[in-house]
């Protein structure tokens, strides 16, 4: 198949290979008194980010309602207004919030919030329908999952949304969402540095599409990062909850560093940057990945897409990699 675009799992939606991560672009908001943004943005660089960035063959775009408390739905509505018909959008729905204060408030999906958080969404993004809806909340109980099956099936019958799918790290219940016939993919977490087996394995189980969240190592692997970095507090790297398993104490982990340059020489081959080189091995992964780095500015933008243009590690890189990473499994 073209490197450059993969299948959305059983939507048949077509999508750029690599697409474009907007939380970043939301700017600062909080959740539990944590900083959860990635520091101040400035809305028209977002824009010009989101314009360059399909102009270079980038179509999927990932947000949340959440991420900026609405603020990233909004910008990216107001960058893909008249472009709707080159797109594919991703946003995400289970987490409450007061956009006044730019504050998580607490979790909802019962039908009704279901509702009127894709109808919220749908406004803010200037658009009639959301391409993949996904579940933001990845530790939902597993009972919970017919009823929220039948309330996104019958979004899908009202042509509110096509498709929709679970952003969780758990196999067991990827399985279970994948049942609903309109069920076409995870978000999970998925790199060079940590790779999930178990979840692509359901994912070819049920004909369902990889979306990759965190492809960079939360910025880890663009190599910006050494042991003497340090993160503002304003970002939620710098506060590092204990989710944030790629920074500690404000700081980059230093036994992801020492991974890293293990295996930089490989990842920057053939010309590419760092960034390009986590990108091409996600791309090599499966041919279900579909990595969603973060971008908030037009370098950015233009680095990610130079990763299609590098495609796909080869079979031989990864499994050096893989030597390199799990010597013991050799």
Known sequence: MNDSFRILGRSGLRVSAIGFGAWAIGGPFMAHG???????????????????ALDLGITFFDTADVYGTGRSERVLGRALSGRWDEVVIASKFGNTFDAATRTLTGQDVSPGYIRQACRASLERLGTDHIDLYQLHLGDVPLERVDEL??????LVDEGLIRAYGWSTDDPERVAAFAKGPHCAAVQHDLSVLHDAPAVLAVCDTHDLASVNRGPLAMGLLTGKYGPDSRLPMDDVRGDSPAWMTFFKDGGPAPEFL?????????LTSGGRTLAQGALGWLLARSERTVPIPGIRTVGQAEQNAGALRHGPLDRAQLEQIHDLLHPQAG
Do not use: Q, Y
């Open 34 to 52: 944590k900083p959860a943004g990635w520091g101040e943005v400035d809305d028209e660089e977002s824009v010009a980010a989101v314009h360059r």
């Open 149 to 154: 099956i039948a309330t996104l099936e019958e």
């Open 258 to 266: 020492a991974m890293l340059d293990a295996i930089r020489d490989i």
